[in-house]
């Protein structure tokens, strides 16, 4: 079923006007926040986190400074400190509120972020159809750029309600039944031999997702499907995280002192694991993907397994032949988490850590101007995750397409997928 | 007219039957609280202060506490998770959240928690008139409790106000015209000999004002009104905050490593001062007295003007003769700020920083139970303040009311009133 | 015999000459150092202690400053570098090192510094004759100052070896026989009334010690000998570390912070209690003093034994009677530790904290010029210990001597006498 | 010369008997730290540092303790204590003493080390004859393994050296002629094309070299030589640590939060640049490579210099070609330090950052047992730098071999070589 809507959605998808792009885009980001509170969307968790108020105006932000600033004659900012407040990380636009400051601003108010997203919008549309193509490339960018927050959004929301000891739900809970856990992992083997990694130019893509190019992938296997629940239970109940032998230096460090000993938001009462999602405190789903795990954990969970994580070229070879649209991807509100798979699907539910070190493709130049520092200022230190999340709008995630955050993060959706050498 | 509304004030006061007592000051905090919005009144600015959710609940919790729970027999509690939430430091009440993660609850909302301040005000009112006199005595507790929750939710918003870029203000600007530069201070001579000191037992005071004992005073003077911000500028221009021979170790040392060149709040743009305040950032008045300022930026003042702070005992002395309903304390809601002083005032406008640690009077011992915890455990690390400030609600202070800081924090309305040995 | 060659000493000390004087002092401090290798006096363990390295240099920069620079015409500095490396605070005194990069300055060796001082001793000894009285009291301060010295080399070396998993002993034990374990504590009462505090004037004493003034005592009651180790094995038996209500606020966020439970340097095996000692890890003698506690678990102490600590006044007046170069002071190298009372004594052994907080006496004015830095300046923040220690030098010591450290510091030999209201 | 003689070497050093080669590694060791005091070779600069005598002893334990405790038969550990201090991160190895407190072991002194250092090379040469080839193999490994530690030993003595004021020497400068600046950098240029990456299994590597495995090169160019002082000091002039485009995220955040301005050890004075180095503080050498930089430097360089970091495999495939036993690496006591060049050259004066993370190659496996830990564990995170130092000892270094450090680390002899995208 939801393969099949997938696929109309994004026949849909591509006939898409940019005007009815932007206004579906704008809406669901408004709909994922329609439950929040004022306060909801004001506090700031965490550093890595923003409020959901910011994301709200600094993806407004983003349209009004790259489109109406730079190519609408005559417009007038909305408000002068807004850019000082909502840029996010461009150097290039100027002074901006320190990152770990933004829980601050409890004004504006919601409300007032909500009218400066209509305002936009409007100004926007009517806008629309003098925009030189640049521009238009600009608006097209600037809505996959609100589809990357309409999941940051999610996953920062559930951080921060995991800090409030009575732990609200967003949504009620689905209140699915078990579903039977899935058969061993099946692998997909991979000859040596050459392959093109990269996008190939047909349609949008993230300037990191490029060139196109070849490279030569080792003999190999590749799991049918990520690692669930149940599976990392085992894991733990084998003394996973108290063995040093399975971690990387750097990761048994980060257990060490952090105190990890279970995926984030999972806790053990009476011998039951539970884990908190945006439905609230829930018994866990052994069948489901698991989930909020760091590279650290995910690269030890491989090793503890006898094998190793998938290289992003080798996830992206085998993904290749796989409806990016299919899957567990985001639709519209309610609570989204990893659901237990009905097949081999490398697109939805779970973001798959990957060994690769994210880093730039043989002959990759940033974007020109303020755009640039979209990507490729980002290529140290962090890992590249492929596949996409339920959190992912649907249509947003491809192939091709590199996620990347530092290996000790896991407030995402973000999960494992295992390989081996052969 | 102040002065005399304040006389008048008082004895309405003594007057209130304890029901009075408790509506009226249930009602101003309520009053004082008014403007805020969900998301102002959740956020913490800084472990130090608190949200005025925060605030608005855990004076609650103290009735619901140590009067509904401990003295009418069926009280079911409100909701059995907020003794973990509301519980401020009263580690004989069991568990409580981690005060440095308070801004996290978004989650009571503020209607939430005013529906909560209803229904137990509704309980306590009901339960008075039969309630013990040792619980009547709890009640009276309770009601000056909540109001140091007062002048702190005043004092913490004020904080929170300030770290946001676009400064809002809660209430509009008085714009009163400026005042004349009072006259120079004048100084208010005590010979050696004895003098009584600490709370006499009539009427309400706190455990740590007693027991009254009599303590020996060296001959010294004192001064007859704070320092004013004008004065403050003088030091400064005069390289008061790169001079370390003005300032204690300690003092140095913060000033250096906080880059502290100012009090809190001000600010100096193409040369002139201003100040932030509950009505937003306007010029300083320079005939108002200094506030905002650490103890270690008081002694080095007192440092550099040839003078030292007065230690508690020389202050209660000086201020036995004045009315501690009079001055510029806190009424209603609405801008509070120090304001130039029309004769010599011990109370009011700004707590004034004495040399005195804050340490037990002779034979004192605390109160016995879980309020036992309330002031005697604080007894390191912190200087004394004396005086009451322009946020402390009208009738809370005495001359023997000893307030306690850290010798860092500046967030409260702190001043200076010098001394001098004779 | 302790006590009579202690008179003994007092009067040959008072006898001295000067040259003779500070002939003795550079002796003890060199031959207290003599044990050391280069390496052990050259690293710092923590920022709080410093290398033995730099107190033999800094105590001889002072004498070189203050006296040879400032009083002998002519003198060349010994080394244009020095003054920057061995200064300790005076910002009068120009840029210093950093205080906790002291350990890094593994050049000059310590053979260097044994030169540096040879010189400068050579020097002084030349010039000793012809200096002005101001000079000369120069020159006693400095003896002082390097008696001051003395404890802390010896304090921060047995800290240093504490860091040491194989725990060197700087001298061999005494291996004394085990001591009976001491009486009950008695109790010296004291009444209602005035007493005089600070020092009289007649012989040397540091500026915080006066003015010499009356203060009231309130009735109450001193214990005649410290809490021993065996009562505060007790102490910890009955759970003293894991019960809140002992402590002060503070006091229990820094057990809860750093894990404490137990003295410093204590550390338990199959139930044994040992502690380390300038000879190495020994078995706890039941019946010596209490040592390397830290105001926050004397004060704990006190409350868990219904008892509170003594004021410095309190102190004084008790100890006025005693005989401050009796008992167990330190007179020359070898393994200090206190040591079982033969009978009441207020000095030697352990510091004593007492309940008051190290500020000014009334009427206090710091000396002028660097020296003047010497106690005023850090009259915040810490508290008064009194007495004397097993590692202050004999004749160091008096009634009206006020040391000082924080609350939570621990690694000089410190220790606790009770106090009760009567 | 060197070249010729570094030939010889090579010939030599394959000749040589294990005997030879132990022999003469741990003889270099012992002359490298020659000129230490107790004290230098006791103290830690930092956590990344290690003293000289744990370099000293750990190299010691090595051998100890993976040759002689578990291949011969009967061996008595030297000091029972020792394995607690001197195993530096091998888990399997059991606890150990904490990497940042390292420098608290002022005992066992300096000559207690070399006495350890005499007793294990005797047992270890009487024992060799009679090893069984797994063994030989450790032995050999262990050569490895402390000809990294010499690098170490010097590039940790030169940081600690850094840290002290008077800016010791460790040995007199070569006081060499300025060179000539050399001519600008050309450019060797490299098809699209397969290449062999990785160790052939020819003499000894490390695990993390292999497999050897084809890989595919984009078409690009690589300098014939790395960037120098004098071009370093233009990018200094021309802004560029003040301008975020040239900079990754983190290395700017780190940047701005460490106030770096200069590569480490460079100081500027009358607008005369120096540099500190193991003779002291000298004029800088414009014509030399530039040393001690970050991986964010190097990048944000080359990105200034509109240009790139060569990727590891074409680095390997451009020094293919060259002599790894030629240039300026290590083969004696005396000051290190980077030379102008007379020609193209790969190996030696600086280590070269890549810009590879440091990831396994394609069908890696740590080797077996404890020493499997030696590179597989720090997997993540790192940066590979290629080529060799002059403070590596020649011979250790090839084309295949695999530096890594963080990209903020610079307290190696790191430096800069370009490549270009064609």
Known sequence: MIESSARESRVTHDALSLAERYVAVRALTAALAEPLSDADATVQSMEDASPAKWHLAHTTWFFETFVLRDFVPGHRLYDERFPFLFNSYYEAEGQRHQRARRGMLTRPTLDGIRAYRAAIDEALLDALPDLPPKAQDLVRLGCQHEEQHQELLLTDILHLFSENPIEPALWPSSHRRPAALPAPIGWIEHPDGEAWIGHDGDGFSFDCEGPRHRTLLAPHAIADRPVTNGEWADFIADGGYE?????????????RREGIAAPLYWERSDGI??????????????????????????????????????????????????????????????PVEPRPSAGPAFFGDVWEWTGSAYRPYPGFRPAAGAVGEYNGKFMSGQ????????????????????????????????????????
Not at 323 to 332: E, R, S, T, V, Y
């Open 383 to 422: 890992f590249v995750l492929r596949g996409g999340s339920c959190a992912t709008p649907r249509g947003h995630v491809r192939a091709s397409y590199r996620n990347f955050f530092y290996p000790h993060q896991r407030w995402q959706f973000t999960g494992v997928r295992l390989a081996s050498d052969r």
């Open 273 to 334: 694991w539970t884990r908190f999602g945006l439905d609230g405190r829930q018994p866990l789903d052994l069948a489901a993907p698991v989930t909020h795990v760091s590279f650290y954990e995910a690269d030890a969970y491989a090793s503890w397994a006898g094998a190793r994580l998938p290289t992003e070229a080798e996830w992206e070879a085998a993904a290749g032949r796989h409806n990016p649209c299919g899957g567990n991807l985001l639709d519209a509100p309610g």
């Open 243 to 255: 063995t040093s032998a399975h971690w990387l230096s750097d990761g048994w460090a980060w257990v």
